[in-house]
């Protein structure tokens, strides 16, 4: 066998994952592996696992591969999974308990001996075939069993003191889930396990490929009673638009996908098309372009059976500074919605006194355009 002290420290990091996956291998009943299909399954390049396993001694063979179970045999005893190091647990708590339950010890080299809290309520508390001790009682146990790894389970602030004390009572190594960063202890092997951080290497990954979405729109909607069309007709600087908004067929779970014709027989039509993604609570992405009419008519052939266009007249107009748009839905000739988009969440709302509001409805998904295009009903 090899001197550990040649295999380089990335080598060694991998180690556990060789071991687990050729467990899983020999559990599957597979005898032999070539080196291709062991990186397959690691997504890991045939020559780095080639490297990796010359470190200690090529178990390879040329048309042959890997013989699985002398090879995590090997790995094994390097890793020292045969061995039964004495093993405590400092802190009973949640974390402390789901360890000592949820890793199993045995197959890692380690036997578990003890667990320790200084918390008298959980003074002889069984967890798993263990009994919580005291921590006035670590001393005399480390003498007596002479544990040589430590999990450290307990808060922050009481770590490097516990830690210290560990090192006096002759503990070799330390499995520190603390949220404190032990290091500078002579002869003591640290492994500082962060399980956030882990879930941080994820989030990266997540943010690397979703984009941003653009900053929401503050925006307020009102359910009002219809006006006349004499009504429209008296305020100033209205200005009409039509709009068919058709709904699209997505995958599950896939973005709202929508086809938009607006403007007026008179000065023609303008097509979008838009898709709406959430990413993560309360957030979205929106994606929006323009379309042509080939595409417009393309597209209009994915619209959902069970939602029929919207066909609405928007009206534009302004009051005290403030830039309303008021929807008028072919299926209703009752009711109406008035929208306005404002600048910050505190800023107050005119509505003009022509305007007969019957409730704000803003964020109500009763009254969004698709869940209308399903409904045709606006309730008051
Ligand atoms: P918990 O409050 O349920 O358990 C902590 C236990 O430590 C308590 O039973 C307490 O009596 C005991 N304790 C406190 N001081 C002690 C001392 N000087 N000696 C012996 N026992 C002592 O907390 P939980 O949820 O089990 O978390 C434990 C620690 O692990 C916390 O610091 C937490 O922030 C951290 N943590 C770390 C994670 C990681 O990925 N590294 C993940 C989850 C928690």
Known sequence: MPKNDRISVSVIKRLPR??????????????????????DRMKLTASQIRQDLN?????GQQGYGYNVAELRGEIGRILGVDRQFGTIIIGAGNLGRAIAMHINFDTRGCR??????????????????????????????CRRECPLAAVLCIPKSETQ????????????AIWNFSHYDLSGYEGMIVE??????????????????IPRSEPHEIERKYLIFRPTEDELAAIEGIKRTDIVQTYLSAPENGPMRRVRKRGTEADGWTYTYTEKTHVSFGDRIEIEREIDVDEYDRLIKES???????IKSRYVFTYKDQVFELDIYDFSDEYATLEIE????DDEVFLPPYIKLIRDVTGDRLYSNSELARTRLLIP
């Open 18 to 39: 060789y071991y687990r996956f050729l467990g899983e291998l020999s559990q599957q009943g597979i005898e032999r592996i070539s080196s291709r299909e062991l990186s």
């Open 55 to 59: 470190c200690f001694g090529g178990f």
């Open 112 to 141: 578990l001996t003890g667990v320790f809290d200084i918390d008298p309520a959980l003074e002889g508390r069984k967890v798993g075939e263990l009994t919580v001790l005291p921590m006035t009682a670590l001393e005399e146990f």
């Open 161 to 172: 003191q516990v830690a210290d004390q560990l090192t006096r009572l002759g503990i070799k």
């Open 192 to 209: 500082n396990v962060h399980l956030g951080d882990s879930l941080l290497t994820l989030t990266y990954g997540l943010n690397s490929l």
């Open 304 to 310: 959902l059976p069970d939602r029929p266009p919207i």
């Open 342 to 345: 404002l600048e910050s969440i």
